[in-house]
């Protein structure tokens, strides 16, 4: 599946999850998770949200949407 | 609202308000009769608190620890060269004060706190959040969910700002989002940049600063559509908007439909703003 990751404010990405599969699982590869998708675009989950259909998904969730939006947090008020 | 007179000056100073029929003598009167606190009076801060001031908010509350820095002076356009060293609760107040003598000032110079925020929060109407931690943030945000107060929210970086309104009126049926819902924790601490080491744009802050304070007058006046269920992302470089859709998450830990998060002294606001353990 191809997954179009839409990071807001910078890029978007589109993804093939058979690149992405990830050692660990019976047959050697796991199904990818959000964090995969997120590392394959050079994110860390720590500075963003991964929403589908407008509402934030686990990290370590087997991505299961071809269409995921990317939003960065933001602490600065600008002190 | 028992008197809708405005006197001869508030009729001229005012007069760019009044002659329209959204606002009037009777919104000119709400405004001048609403409440609201502004956390932070830094870049965000500073325009907020001038359009509101100017509009005739007739009570601002200024939540701020810090002092006045040079570095500042590029974008916090409350304070002035005269200001540094000072507090910034108090260059705020003489600068509304200079203003518009309608407004009354509220200066509270302190960190916001878990057991403080029910005391400071419980006498406005609406809070703008013009922060810049998450432990704030996020302690705004609970706060406001459980105390159904609603919460202007706005975020900048290097040229990009974020901007989103919570009402938090929450019936049981089409309930809004709160920022929890967009984003459950907070990143751990050091994992993402703020102004001070990547810089801003001087003229950001200005203008998220001014969509909030647009959002904190209309709620005032009961006119218009909130920026709700809408994350606005505003990119200076491109000089471009987009609405970013946000639905209220079920498994939000505050507003969700069985939240961990009863009271602010649940979480420890530190780190990621998590439920605390115990």
Not at chain 2, 77 to 86: C, E, K, L, S
Not at chain 2, 199 to 202: E, I, N, Q
């Given at each position: 599946m191809r997954v179009t990751v839409d990071v807001k404010g910078e890029t978007t990405h589109e993804i093939d999850l058979e690149e992405l599969g990830t050692a660990g699982?019976?047959?050697?590869r796991a199904e990818p998770t959000y964090a995969d998708l997120l590392g394959a675009v050079d994110l860390s989950p720590h500075e963003v949200s991964v929403l589908v259909d407008g509402r934030p998904v686990p990290e370590d969730q087997p991505v299961d949407s071809d269409e995921v939006t990317v939003l960065r947090l933001i602490k600065g008020g600008s002190a | 609202m028992t008197d809708l007179r405005l006197d001869a000056t508030q009729l001229d100073r005012y007069s760019r308000h009044v002659i329209m029929d959204e606002v009037g003598p009777e919104g000119q009167k709400r405004l001048l009769e609403g409440s609201v606190l502004v956390v932070g009076a830094g870049g965000l801060g500073s325009p907020a608190i001038q359009y509101l001031a100017a509009a005739g908010v007739g009570r601002i509350g200024i939540v701020d620890d810090d002092v006045v820095e040079r570095s500042n002076l590029q974008r916090q356009?409350?304070?002035?060269?005269?200001?540094?060293?000072?507090p910034k609760v108090d260059s705020a107040a003489d600068y509304v004060a200079a203003l518009n003598p309608d407004v009354d000032v509220e200066t509270n110079e302190l960190r916001l706190t878990a057991d403080n925020v029910g005391n400071l929060v419980a006498d406005y109407d609406v809070v703008l959040d013009a922060s810049d931690n998450f432990a704030t943030r996020y302690l705004l945000n609970d706060h406001c969910v459980l105390t159904e107060t609603p919460l202007s929210h706005g975020a900048i970086y290097r040229f990009e700002g974020q901007v989103t309104t919570?009402?938090?009126?929450?019936?049981?049926?089409?309930d809004p989002p709160c920022y929890r819902c967009i984003f459950p924790e907070a990143p751990e601490p050091g994992t993402v940049p703020d102004c001070a080491t990547t810089?801003?744009?001087?003229v950001l802050p200005g203008t998220v600063g001014c969509i909030q304070a647009t959002e904190v007058v209309k709620y005032l006046l009961g006119k218009g559509d909130p920026l709700e269920g809408r994350l606005l992302m505003y990119d200076a470089m491109d000089m471009s908007f987009e609405e970013v859709p946000v639905r209220p998450n079920p498994d939000c830990p505050v507003c969700g439909d069985d939240p961990e998060i009863e009271s602010v002294s649940d979480v420890a606001y530190e780190g990621t703003c998590e439920i605390s353990a115990d």
């Open positions: 699982g019976s047959d050697g | 356009i409350v304070h002035g060269d005269g200001d540094v060293g000072r919570f009402t938090n009126e929450r019936t049981g049926e089409d810089g801003v744009l001087g």
